[in-house]
């Protein structure tokens, strides 16, 4: 009752903050425009295309690193875990339309879909599936936490470098960005609040949480808003408008 009611609380002030904010604020930049953005959301450019495959890579390494720890499923995967369980379905197809259900929330964000929505489903995929077919799975609780720890950082990493490239964003970060946007909040804030409620609200449907699982839910977030920060700070990219606090 307790998971359900925290649960309930977060997502009515979330929402409350959108629709108090929603109509009366400009957006703020979020993202940080670098040297290596996209002139536009389809176009192929050499520096930003090798730049954005080379962040998903990254990513799925990272998130390839912390299923092999074994710690404990990333919040969403938790969701995917009981929305599979009480619907009998798949956990593929589980996670699949939850990413429908996530991308419905862009309309009122007003996010557009890019050729980085695209990659991000099939780089981040393809790296995650070598990465766990070609390392070995640690067996020593130390190798675990290692593999848990270097993912996590790679993971943020890879979520930070990827969106400056500005050819859009997956369903997930998509949803997170359109929202520090509305909201004029940090990513920080904003990425914790929704792996925190999405946990909660996984784990309510029967999804399994391990300690992995809460330590990714209160520290991504925040890893993807100091890699911000530093590639913001960066001599060669200032751009006027950048709040990334």
Same mark, same amino acid.
């Given at each position: 009752?307790?998971? $359900? &009611? ?14 108090? *904010?929603?109509? *009366? ?13 996209? /002139? ?6 050499? $520096? ?39 619907? $009998?379905?798949? +956990?593929?197809?589980?996670? @699949?339309?939850?990413? &429908? ?8 964000? /007003? ?9 991000? +489903?099939?780089?981040?995929? @393809? @790296? ?26 790679? =993971? ?5 470098? =990827? ?16 929202? &520090?946007?509305?909201?004029?909040? $940090?990513? #920080? ?9 999405? &946990?909660?609200? #996984? =784990? ?24 911000? *920060? ?12 950048? *709040?990334?606090?």
């Amino acid at each position: 009752m307790t998971l $359900k &009611c925290l649960g309930f609380i977060g997502f009515t002030i979330m929402m409350s903050a959108l629709n108090i *904010n929603g109509n *009366n604020m400009k957006k703020a930049r979020v993202i940080p425009h670098t040297s290596w953005a996209a /002139k536009s959301l389809w176009s192929v450019e050499g $520096k930003t295309m090798s730049m954005l495959l080379f962040a998903l890579a990254i990513l799925g390494i990272g998130d390839g690193l912390i299923v092999l720890a074994n710690l404990g499923s990333s919040p969403w995967t938790v969701l995917s875990q009981g929305v599979a369980l009480q619907a $009998k379905v798949s +956990i593929g197809w589980s996670s @699949f339309w939850i990413s &429908c259900l996530v991308m419905l929330a862009w309309i009122p964000l /007003k996010l557009r879909l890019g050729l980085g929505t695209i990659l991000n +489903i099939i780089v981040i995929a @393809f @790296f995650l599936g070598l990465t766990t077919k070609i390392v070995p799975e640690p067996t020593a609780l130390f190798s675990r936490i290692l593999f848990g720890g270097i993912g996590l950082l790679l =993971y943020g990493l890879g979520t930070a470098l =990827y969106l400056t490239c500005h050819q859009g964003a997956g369903p997930r970060d998509g949803l997170m960005v359109g929202l &520090c946007q509305r909201l004029h909040l $940090k990513v #920080g804030i904003v990425r914790t609040s929704l792996e925190v409620s999405v &946990c909660v609200l #996984g =784990y309510i449907l029967g999804g399994t949480v391990g300690i992995g699982t809460v330590v990714f839910a209160a520290a991504i977030g925040w890893i993807v808003q100091l890699c911000l *920060n530093s590639i913001a700070r960066l001599p060669h990219l200032p751009h006027e408008g950048d *709040n990334l606090h």
